[in-house]
């Protein structure tokens, strides 16, 4: 893949039982959000990356709110940044 700085390299993996992503992919989402409270998020979709002063990785993923009612769940766009000396954080949640 030919990745321009600033510029998304597209390489959809859609994830129909967690196949059709790689585990480096699954691996990066499972460690963004292994501390996060308040709802589970899962990895639907990986759309792609874009080379910044590191990488960001793009995914849609289903976020379930953890609460005592019952709350339909929702599709969002995640953004997670890996930096140059491969720390990981959530950059971006968005609903869709």
């Known amino acids: 893949m030919n990745m321009v700085p600033g ?3 597209i390489d959809v993996k859609v994830n129909k ?3 059709g ?3 480096e992919q ?4 499972e460690t963004a959000f292994r501390n996060f409270e308040g709802a589970k998020y ?3 979709l990986y759309i792609g990356s874009q080379v910044v002063a590191g990488i960001q ?3 849609i993923a289903e976020c379930r709110l953890v609460v005592p009612h019952a709350v339909a ?3 969002v766009k995640v953004v997670i940044y890996l930096t140059p000396d491969n720390h990981i ?3 971006q949640t968005s609903a869709i």
């Not at 699954?26 to 989402?29: A, C, H, N, V, Y």
């Open 7 to 9: 510029g998304w390299g």
């Open 17 to 19: 039982n967690l196949s």
């Open 21 to 23: 992503m790689s585990a």
């Open 26 to 29: 699954m691996s990066l989402f």
């Open 42 to 44: 899962t990895p639907l």
């Open 57 to 59: 990785h793009a995914y």
């Open 73 to 75: 769940p929702t599709l």
């Open 89 to 91: 954080s959530i950059s």
